[in-house]
């Protein structure tokens, strides 16, 4: 990609990842790859906005030396200092001399963390700071944990445009850069899928904060995230879904997620699975070893109903679905029904300990659990039915 006019004076010039499939080491599969955005903000000040990850120096430095010669880069904003916006920061302190910097405190000790250099000159800025750049003034809004300490957002009034860093981002690699030049049901689908695994955690922080912003009565024509596509044609729908996401506002619908050794396992999760259809409820299986843990959390992230079960191996579950438990629990989901399944051959183990997260997680009800030895017979079948049947309608 090269550098590309959003609006008279503003431009992207980020990068795209076309082959990133794991974000966040593993825990994150980014099968539509991954952009870096920056942007660049032509002014009798000219100022670049977030960086990009090691590895995409060059390319990015073409992107800027296609609208103005790095070195007369007169602002950098660091809105974040993940590596995935932060990579190319020595790059830009050693090209940029002459540049002020500014970002959060916590982004400045951070930094100078991860990579032993400061710009000379450097500035902590917070909400209410500002700074001018001729006919843009940039304002500053601090987001502490969206999704880290140091996160910011920044706004130009003049452009209309909010720069919202991970916040409102997809990882969605395109050669296209607005919301209204691509599938718009994939779009948002990645927005889901990006908020449940960056920020599902932090929804009541979120929600605090979005009624904050939007208390502002900023105009807001683009939200310009630093990953994926900008948001121009959608931005009320983006807001609203974000709203509701933050809210954990759940639908009337089921996730069963399981791992099996000799499909008794899968047996049970079937029969519960007929049960809840037989109500009219929505619900999806998911085997957890054939699955990737990304889209689950997707699916997750407004289901009512969590659905766990598990074989019994030496005494405990099985190790696929204890990954995906501990990955559940630091979502921190709230306001949702559960129930947890599976079976055993001699002793049992995989239930309690299923149990025993949800439980120390919080946020879930539990049903009582149901186990078989071995294989499920016609009766436990049955009962396997009934108890699908019960978890729909007590949603
Ligand atoms: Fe896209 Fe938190 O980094």
């Known amino acids: 990609m090269s550098a590309f006019k959003i609006k008279d004076g503003a431009y992207a010039v980020g990068v795209v990842d076309w082959n990133e499939r794991d974000f966040h080491g593993s825990v994150y599969r980014t099968r539509k790859g991954v952009t870096y955005n920056s942007y660049l903000l032509k002014d009798e000040k000219t100022v670049l906005i977030d960086l990009v990850r090691t590895g995409f120096e060059k390319e990015f430095l073409d992107n800027i030396s296609s609208i103005v010669e790095p070195s007369k880069i007169d602002i950098v904003i660091i809105n974040h200092i993940e590596p995935d916006h932060s990579g190319a920061f020595p790059t830009i302190v050693k090209l940029c001399p002459n540049a002020k910097f500014y970002g959060t405190q916590k982004a400045k000790e951070g930094l100078f963390k991860y990579y032993g250099v400061m710009p000379q000159n450097w500035e902590s800025v917070k909400s209410g700071s500002k ?8 304002d500053f809004i601090d987001v502490p944990m969206l999704h880290w300490p140091d996160s910011m957002f920044s706004y130009s009034a003049y452009d209309k445009i909010l720069f919202s860093n991970d916040g409102f981002g997809q990882h969605y690699a395109s050669n296209k850069i607005f919301d ?7 779009l948002f689908e990645e927005a889901k899928k990006y908020y449940a695994n960056i920020l599902f955690p932090f929804g009541s922080i979120l929600s605090a904060k979005l009624g904050a912003i939007l208390k502002m009565n900023l105009e807001i024509e683009m939200i310009a995230p630093s990953h994926g596509l900008i948001w121009r044609k959608y931005v009320p729908e983006i807001l609203e879904k974000y709203a509701s996401w933050a809210g954990q506002v759940c639908q009337n619908k089921i996730a ?3 791992e099996t050794m000799w499909q008794s396992t899968e047996k049970m999760a079937r029969k519960i699975l007929e049960g809840i259809t037989s109500q009219g409820i ?9 699955n990737d843990r990304t889209d689950i959390a997707a699916y997750l992230l407004d289901a009512k109903g969590i659905i ?3 074989s019994t191996h030496d005494n405990e579950m099985l190790p696929v679905i204890a990954a995906f438990m501990q990955f559940f629990k630091g ?10 399944f599976g079976s055993y051959g001699w002793a049992g183990g995989a239930v309690k300990e299923i ?3 949800i439980q120390n997680a919080g946020g879930v009800e539990l049903a009582p659990s149901i186990s078989v030895q071995f294989a499920p017979n016609a009766e436990e079948l049955d009962n396997c039915f009934k108890v699908g049947q019960a978890f729909a309608k007590s949603l």
């Open 256 to 258: 069963i997620i399981y």
């Open 180 to 186: 209204d030049e691509v599938d718009l049901a994939i």
């Open 355 to 357: 149990e025993g997260i």
């Open 308 to 310: 766990v079960g598990s």
């Open 331 to 340: 979502l921190k989901a709230k306001g949702r029904k559960g129930l947890v």
């Open 131 to 138: 700074i001018n750049a001729g006919k843009r003034t940039i």
């Open 282 to 290: 929505e619900a999806e299986i998911f085997d957890i070893a054939k």
